[in-house]
C-alpha cells in the first residue's frame, strides 16, 4: 500500500513538471500603468539622408526643452525599431541576432524600448542622467539614451567574435540614432569614455545589459 501511495505521489509530480516549467519561463507581459504605448513612427518624408549626413554634428550644449512623445518615438525607432513583417530591425545585426538592449532615461524615469509592439517599459520612477556620467552633456540633455550589449549571448560561438559583432551593432543603432536626431533637427553627441559599471549601477541593469555608449539627446541651446 504504502508503495502504491508513493508511486501515485511521482506520477503526481512528473505530471506537473511541464505546467511549472512553462508557467516559471514565460515572460510576464508588462502592466498597463509601466507600459508606455509610443506613437507610431514616420517612415516617409522628413529630411534627406544626403542632408543628414552632411550636416550631423556633436552638440553638447542643450535648451530644457523636453522631447515629444513623437520624437523620442521616432528615435527609438530609428536605432532598433522593427522595419518589416519578420522582425528585422533598423539597424544591422550579425545573423539577425540583436544583441542589443536600448533604454532612455528623462526627468520621467528610466524606460527600457521594447522593438515588439513600439513601446516603452518603465523601470523606475527616478531621473538618473545625473548619475549615468561626470560628463556635463549627460546630466543636461533631457534626453539620454543608453545602448546596451548582451555580452553572453553574443559570445556562445566565440569570443572575439562575439565581442566584434555586439561592437559593430552598437555602432550602426548609434548612427541611426544620430542622423535621425540630425533630421528632426534636434542635438545630439555619442558619449563612448564612459564607466560601464558606474552606469549599470546607477540604472540597475541586469547581467545581460553591458552599457557601451550614452547618448544625450535635445533642443540646441
Known amino acids: 500500500m504504502r508503495k502504491s501511495h508513493l508511486l501515485a505521489v511521482v506520477v503526481l509530480i512528473l505530471a506537473a513538471a511541464p505546467a511549472i516549467t512553462l508557467e516559471f519561463n514565460q515572460q510576464a507581459e508588462p502592466k498597463a500603468a509601466d507600459r508606455v504605448d ?15 549626413l552632411a550636416t550631423r554634428r556633436s552638440v553638447r550644449s542643450f535648451a530644457e ?57 518603465k523601470l523606475s520612477v527616478k531621473d538618473l542622467r545625473a548619475g549615468l556620467s561626470s560628463q556635463p552633456a549627460v546630466a543636461a540633455a533631457p534626453a539620454v539614451f543608453v545602448i546596451a550589449g548582451d555580452y553572453d549571448r553574443a559570445t556562445q560561438g566565440g569570443r572575439e567574435a562575439g ?18 536626431a540630425t533630421a528632426l533637427r534636434l542635438a545630439a553627441v555619442p558619449v563612448g569614455g564612459i564607466q560601464p559599471e558606474q552606469v549599470a549601477q546607477a540604472a ?10 550614452l547618448i544625450p539627446v535635445g533642443h540646441a541651446k
Open 38 to 52: 509610443l506613437p507610431a513612427p514616420s517612415r516617409t518624408g522628413g529630411m534627406t539622408l544626403t542632408d543628414a
Open 65 to 121: 526643452s523636453k522631447l515629444t512623445q513623437q520624437e523620442l518615438s521616432q528615435l527609438l525607432w530609428a536605432a532598433q525599431g522593427i522595419s518589416d513583417d519578420k522582425g528585422h530591425r533598423t539597424a544591422p545585426s550579425a545573423r539577425a541576432q540583436y544583441f542589443l538592449h536600448l533604454y532612455v532615461t528623462t526627468a520621467d524615469g528610466f524606460f527600457e524600448y521594447i522593438p515588439a509592439g513600439h513601446k516603452l517599459l
Open 163 to 180: 565581442l566584434r559583432w555586439v561592437h559593430l551593432e552598437a555602432g550602426h543603432a548609434a548612427q541611426n540614432l544620430l542622423l535621425q
Open 204 to 213: 540597475s541593469l541586469p547581467p545581460s545589459s553591458t552599457p557601451i555608449y
